[in-house]
């Protein structure tokens, strides 16, 4: 099987931060606020938790912790921005105080990102591609912080094939993003497994990852604990890491640069053995 080689390049974040996206993959922790996200909701109501378990994901290897205050599982009840902001604001501030690491901001809302990159957030993930509130891309460029534009297939017509559903929705990402200003170098595609997708077709898009490199900028991607990996292994594994580690060697192997994960430990391990093959196949000693 081919390997690809990752797009990599240097990601500009905000407050004067940059990550380099290199040989060797970048991980983000997954750290939800929130009392009904369907894996660790309602594990870090306080903010001693959350920042607690962020420091303990950056000891094990992540670059980033992703920090969400409103739970993106289907059939989640929303709640309003301000309920939003109280969750996760306290703890963007207080890991800011007390690391170095990279944090992003999990949110579709252009004040919450504002608010969240006032906090000490370095990047805003966006599960709506920009394209709920295309406010929000006007507050990446004129904060500096990095974009993440995540696809997702709720509330629309999807296109029967799945890579070029893709092309479709991130394009009009992209087209947001630069109208608005967002440096290229600021930019990440995620092509949103799990979101309006089955399982079957979350195969299908881990098999064709490579495919959505065409649009030209790095991948973030995320199976971490996924109804389609509980669904491939035949069980319902609550907390299916080993699996959803052997899904992230598949999207290393396809290009992919930043895996979002909650099991950092477990992930970490297994894309050492990824990046490892990929040094061996070009010759070199590690």
Not at 42 to 56: H, N, Q
Not at 130 to 152: D, F, N, S, W, Y
Request: proline share 4%; hydrophobic share 45%; charged share 25%.
């Amino acid at each position: 099987m081919d390997v690809i080689s990752p797009r990599g390049g240097t990601w500009k974040l905000a407050h004067g931060r940059s990550l380099v996206l290199s040989e060797t993959a970048t991980i983000m922790g997954i750290l939800n606020a929130t009392p009904d996200s369907f894996s660790d909701g309602g594990r870090y109501a306080s903010v001693e938790a959350a920042v607690t378990e962020a420091l303990k994901m950056v000891g094990e290897g992540a670059a980033i912790v992703d920090i969400g205050g409103e739970s993106t599982r289907p059939g989640a009840t929303p709640v309003d921005a301000a309920e939003e902001q109280r969750r996760i604001l306290p703890v963007i501030e207080e890991l800011a105080r007390r690391s170095d690491c990279l944090i992003s901001v999990d949110t579709y809302r252009a004040e919450t990102a504002r608010l969240a990159v006032e906090a000490g957030a370095h990047i805003i993930n966006d599960v709506h591609g920009a394209q709920r509130e295309p406010e929000i891309a006007a507050v990446a460029a004129k904060t500096g912080a990095a974009l993440c534009l995540m696809h997702t297939g709720r509330d629309r017509e999807k296109l029967a094939d799945v890579i070029e559903d893709q092309f479709l929705f991130l394009r009009r990402s992209l087209e947001i993003a630069r109208a608005a200003g967002v440096e290229e170098g600021a930019i990440v595609l995620d092509p949103g497994f799990g979101f309006a997708k089955d399982g079957p077709e979350n195969l299908i898009l881990l098999a064709r990852l490579a495919e959505v490199m065409a649009l030209g900028y790095p991948l973030l991607v995320g199976t971490s604990r996924k109804r389609f990996v509980r669904g491939a292994i035949g069980r319902n594994d609550p907390e299916p890491d080993i699996a959803t580690a052997a899904t992230s060697v598949l999207m290393r192997e396809r290009g992919a640069d930043i895996i979002r994960v909650h099991n950092v430990a477990a992930n970490r391990d297994a894309l050492a053995i990824a990046d490892a093959m990929r040094r061996a196949l070009r010759g070199e000693r590690w």
